[in-house]
């Protein structure tokens, strides 16, 4: 399933699910749904969806200013500091003392308690439309980040109806986006077995890479590489410098482990052991170092993986590593029975796994924190009975995780800059996001103004993803993001979406 799942039966025909995925992704099935959405919704034919960012280069002694905001903690790449930023035409042009007095049409005093970030980068989101709207959509989801601080997003090529495998199932799916997004929105492609033919066209065709997985996905029409097949693709991506991006919990292994079933958590957590990660990561990183192409490991949760994946820096192999708030706020020993919001594969782990995943962010082997919002509806978490076995696993934290982070990290002395850093700056810069995650000259003006000493408790009724469900219900958190722009302007919830479909190369 998301990463979220593997819950097929041992022993399930591979076949079977390759049926499936082969009649839902049919890239002929999905050109006869284009022309019947074309028509029915009044879009012409072509390269419709999918806004072109336009870049203009100005200067801050030119034509005047679009906006100024002006603030005693401004987080630059120079560190936090005292700065007027002025803002032309939705990039960042001029970047001067307090107190120069830029001037534009519009100035916004931040108060002293406020400090303006860049806007967030998460590329690790699943949207779900079409075909599991009901799960989350697109109008929901970039509402739910752009209330989070997240100006930047990339959807999951999976959980959607079709998976994003081919250049029509991309297509199809910015057409739904298009007019709907808060917040900017770029796309993962899918690597499945059989569909190396299509990877360079959608490369062609702007995603920012390739996901795929070692083990069942949780929806049929989504099925899984076996370690040569991934290596397969591994060598297709690096003739076009592309990035492959893997969920790596190891098929066997998992089919090995006891089943998960019933409502006490730490038999779900059996189900799901760390030697399954352990084993697939180490797949990837051979593979990769074997064909010299770009990986990057999806939602860590073993510790135990944290030397191999150093070692394997150290050697050269071109690997990054994300993890997410759940592993680093939640445990396991304070997850009560029956608390299938907490489900999510791989699965939260003990106390001293998430201090070792701290210290292996602190010390740079994680690269960075991404929400991996994995939404699904109320009935599919199975809370009338809590069955760890039944119940869909995904957290949803988009609009949640800079807060919960951010307290964590503060518990630990540890500053809001580098919370950034791994929130915004290294996303963006792992997958080629060039304009954004990083507030300095010639950016997108996409900027979150925080406040780090407000407290809320969360209330999942009062978030803007489509289902109320979270594990963090009545939890206690620092700092809340009181606005955010986009390219220089006010994102309003209740407005017009303003929000532009990306492609790789062109942000
Ligand atoms: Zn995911």
Redesign the pocket.
Known sequence: ????DGQQEPGADVDDTRTVADRVNDPERIRGLIAAYRQEHGVPDGRAAGTRTVRTQGSPSGPELDLVLRGRRVLTTAGVVAREVGVRDGTIVALEPLGAGLEARQVVELADDEVLLPGLVDT?V?INEPGRTSWEGFASATRAAAAGGVTTLLD?PLNSVPATVNAPALEYKRLFADGQVFVDVGFWGGAVPGNAPHLRALHDDGVFGFKCFLLHSGVDEFPHLEADELEADLAVLRTFDSLMIV?AEDSRAIDRAPRPDGAVYASFLASRPRGAENLAIAEVIERARWTGARAHL??LSSSDALPMIASAKRDGVDLTVETCPHYLTLLAEEIPDGATAFKCCPPVREASNREALWEGLVDGTIDFVVS?H?PSTLDLKDLENGDFGVAWG?ISSLQLGLSLIWTEARRRGIGLERVVEWMATRPAQRVGLRSKGTLALGFDADLAVFAPDDAFVVDAGRLHHRNPITPYQGRALSGRVRRTYLRGEPVDLEGTPRGQLLRRGEA
Not at 1 to 4: F, G, H, Q, S, V
């Open positions: 399933m998301t990463d979220e690790h699943h999951m969920h999806l939602h991996d994995s995904g």
